[in-house]
């Protein structure tokens, strides 16, 4: 079963930091470009950051860039988003989501063409 397993989301006061993972299970990564994607209460779902199958390239929306940033560790299956100085809007559901890519060093930051998505993490900042 191919499957996206999100972790790491939890309650943090504004300033402070968190590490999402997403582990992919039932295929390799290795192929694939990986997206962060979070959805606040009556929002769009909107693209946060996306890296390239190899880690090569990677993206950032302007409300993040600074603040969060992307990896991924290929031999583990598992890509990392690392969120410190957490801002209350940065409150809500993130997903991430795998891109069949054959290898090829782009990212997108935007979800249509996405093939796998994990079942989302939850991300409070409030004090």
């Known amino acids: 079963q191919l499957q996206l397993v999100e972790s790491g989301g939890g309650l943090v006061q504004p300033g402070g930091s968190l590490r999402l993972s997403c582990a992919a299970s039932?295929?390799?990564?290795?192929?694939?470009?990986v997206g962060w994607f979070r959805q606040a209460p009556g929002k769009e779902r909107e693209g946060v950051s996306c890296?390239?199958?190899?880690?090569?390239?990677?993206n950032y929306a302007d409300s993040v860039k600074g603040r969060f940033t992307i990896s991924r560790d290929n031999a583990k299956n598992t890509v990392y988003l690392q969120m410190n100085s957490l801002k209350p809007e940065d409150t809500a559901v993130y997903y991430c989501a795998a891109l069949f890519t054959t290898g090829q060093a782009m990212c997108l930051m935007t979800r249509g063409p996405y093939d796998y998505w994990g079942q989302g993490t939850q991300v409070t900042v409030s004090s």
């Open positions: 039932g295929f390799t990564l290795d192929y694939y470009a």
């Open positions: 890296i390239s199958g190899s880690g090569g390239v990677t």
